[in-house]
């Protein structure tokens, strides 16, 4: 299906910003922005994400902007890489479709003492004993299993949870946003189908764009802010990317399913059913919060429980303890999520609901919600390239507070389709062809390799660039990965 | 249906599924001379996009009912249902039977069975189907549908 374009007005702000106009569309309540530059704005405009972004702009309550950040692409109500605030005390509400599917998809880096030169004759040793003790893959279950009082708890408390039964350390806690929990979360909301789907997938990859990659520091941007984080350049990495899994794609559907008739009930007119909500203090947006801190709090637990079978799998190869590789949480962030965050609006400060759908939050130096060792520098804001080039390290900037609500983006984006992708591939093995680029690859799925080749995937640098120029964030280190698995 | 349209000499659809690209996700659309007939093939293509999917031991029976508004979103029901069973226990439905499919009820009997490991294989997970395009309309000789899956 040939996606349209899309041909409303995109007027340039400056060298990286393009605003929508509220008088584009009758309903929108403050203008759309896009961070891009000239060439991204060219590639965005082939699909209609940026009418996604001026429909956003009419949900009632929202503050300042629709927001979306460079690697902007269609998605669902919501474009990926959207970013909305909305204020309770103006009828704000909250979208599901602001959140998306995974609930929580996010990602995790971890460093290492270990130099590429000394783990390069293990590398393939290395892969694939992470492709044995990590689960990935349709219909894979985890290999800890947590019965249905045990997930309660787990959902309530979040990545603590599953540190104190031995599955990290304690300082994975502090190294993950909000700790690794979102509080008033409400494991009871979660259904039972939700937990059938998915309770038993808590520690396990999943399939599609998700993966754990091996990599080391290519270059370094910014050596303080690298320093801070234990990253030096020729050292290792280790990079996870995964979500709430079944459960809180669930959590997801419930709600859909649930708030379809809602908008009519408090009068909402939306321009696109997908954007079903409610009101933020209504006990429908209520009852869609407490369930969606569980799925978050869960997938939490998961990239944490990865982490370990990821020290364990290292441990082994390079027959050492973990601790002693010096592997070290430097952060986990979520990039599908909403949160309700603090910001001045209007010579007051309200208690806004932050959806980032595809968008990471990236708080500046100084922020009270940063770990200490990190308010002198910012948040680490982790954004995954593709396999084959590199992923990018970057830290929050003073500007992520006054123009984006304290986000940055989340990835590359897709420039190819799957189907596009795996035509792409014909006559070809995108395994050999990582491994000729020095990259050692392993999925489970007969298509995975092809359809998230690097070809399917923009440049991350274009993307990152364009928020360094924004000042929204600023780059500290570029890695380069050596070994992938993927479901 | 089908003997109203060879009535009036047009050729019903043959009932049949094509998957297509939909930037990070897919989709497919399936045709059919009656509403009825969409479900089976709808099946089929959410199922092709999972992976080939080989039948094993026989599995619970299939009742499924859903009442609603909107015919496309009964449909989309009825694969969730399909997603989630498949999920939550490597199970699929081999012969749906619709006992009725009309614009405010959907009900499907059917068979299922539980995936032979051996000689089955995974192409990739299906997240969701979403409302996104989700549509039927009637075309000439039968009924479309469009439903996108978020991979």
Known sequence: MPNEHYTGPLERVDHCRWRIPKSYKEGMRVDGLIYADAKLVEAIKQDKSPEQVANVACLPGIVRYSLAMPDIHWGYGFCIGGVAATDPTQGGVISPGGVGYDINCGVRLIRTNITIDDARPRMEKLVNQLFRDVPCGVGQGGVIKFDRRELRDLMEIGSKYVVDRGLGWSSDVESTEAGGRIPHAEPDLVSDRALQRGGDQCGTLGSGNHFLEVQYVEHIDDAPAAKAMGLEKGYVTVLIHSGSRGLGYQVCDDALKDLRDTPRKYGIDLPDKQLVCAPVDSPEGKKYLGAMRAAANFAWCNRQIMTHLAREAFARVFETSAERLGMHLVYDVAHNIAKMEPYDVDDRTAELCVHRKGATRAFPPGHPELPERYRGIGQPVLVPGDMGRSSYVLVGQPGSMEHTFGSCCHGAGRRMSRGAAIRASKGRSIKQELADRGVIARARGRTGLEEEQPDAYKDVIQVVDVLHSASISRKVAKLRPVGVIKG | ?151
Request: charged fraction near 30%; glycine fraction near 6%.
């Open chain 2, 1 to 151: 249906m089908d003997e109203v349209l060879a009535r009036r000499n047009i050729p019903c659809v043959e009932s049949s599924f094509e998957i297509f690209d939909h930037t990070a996700d897919m989709g497919f659309r399936v045709r059919a001379a009656t509403m009825p007939g969409l479900v089976e093939p709808a099946g089929k293509a959410l199922y092709a996009i999972i992976g080939e999917l080989v039948a094993g031991e026989p599995s619970d029976p299939l009742r499924f009912e859903a009442s609603g508004e909107d015919p496309s979103v009964l449909l989309r029901d009825y694969l969730d249902e399909l997603l989630v069973l498949f999920e939550r226990g490597q199970v699929i439905v081999v012969r749906p039977v619709v006992e009725a499919f009309d614009a405010s009820r959907l009900v499907i009997v059917g068979e299922t069975a539980r995936i032979d490991p051996e000689r089955s294989a995974f192409h990739r997970e299906v997240k969701a189907i979403t409302y996104h395009e989700l549509d039927i309309r009637k075309i000439a000789g039968g009924f479309e549908a469009t439903v996108i899956v978020d991979i």
